[in-house]
């Protein structure tokens, strides 16, 4: 197509389909290993979120709890601000507490095991990646239940978003990308 002298599009179009077509089969034969090979990658930003993003509050702290869908979860304070919101008073971990909804099905006990801040049904990615915290019960009325974890922030200067693991995790990693890049001259 760069030596193409011509003026025409109609004469240039089939150079033009005869590129895109070597760059589609290209894009075809690197796509699956690409994907395969970004599957550790995934597993380990989950991993490392699910372990330091949040951390379980106090005995007594309030916390807020929502549900999706909204849901009146039975023996918690609604919150006035928003009616899908409720708060709780952490339990000790020798006193758990157990939320119901108000058809009395059993949803989650509290303290949670893991400091991942929703409990939702069992999905198929969960084959994969799955919550620490177990799930809500195939038949449950309710989807997901989130809770108000408090986050950890490992800076203690810049914005809010840019004081947790992920700005620090993602900044390293595209310095480290680049340095192998350039130590092993790749183009």
């Not at 380990?44 to 949040?54: A, D, E, G, R």
């Not at 909804?101 to 095991?113: A, F, R």
Request: charged content about 10%; proline content about 7%.
């Amino acid at each position: 197509m760069a030596g193409y002298q011509g003026t025409e599009f109609g004469e240039m179009w089939p150079l033009a389909k005869e590129s895109l077509a070597a760059s589609g089969k290209h894009f075809v034969i690197v796509l699956v290993p690409a994907v395969l090979s970004s599957l550790p990658a995934l597993t380990l930003i989950v991993w490392v979120s699910n372990n330091f993003s949040y951390t379980l509050p106090d005995t007594g702290t309030a916390t807020t709890v929502q549900s999706t869908p909204e849901l009146s979860l039975s023996g918690l304070v609604a919150d006035s601000a928003q009616s899908d919101s409720y708060t709780l008073s952490w339990p000790a971990a020798d006193k758990p507490l157990t939320l119901y909804s108000v058809t009395n099905e059993p949803l989650v006990t509290l303290p949670l095991s893991a400091q991942v801040p929703v409990v939702h049904k069992r999905q198929w990615w969960n084959s994969l990646i799955g919550n620490p915290n177990g799930y809500l019960p195939a038949d449950a009325s309710v989807e997901e239940i989130f809770f108000s974890l408090p986050r950890i922030q490992y800076l203690s200067v810049g914005p809010s978003w840019a004081r947790t693991w992920e700005l620090s995790y993602f900044l390293l990693l595209i310095l480290c990308s680049l340095g192998i890049k350039v130590a092993f001259k790749i183009h």
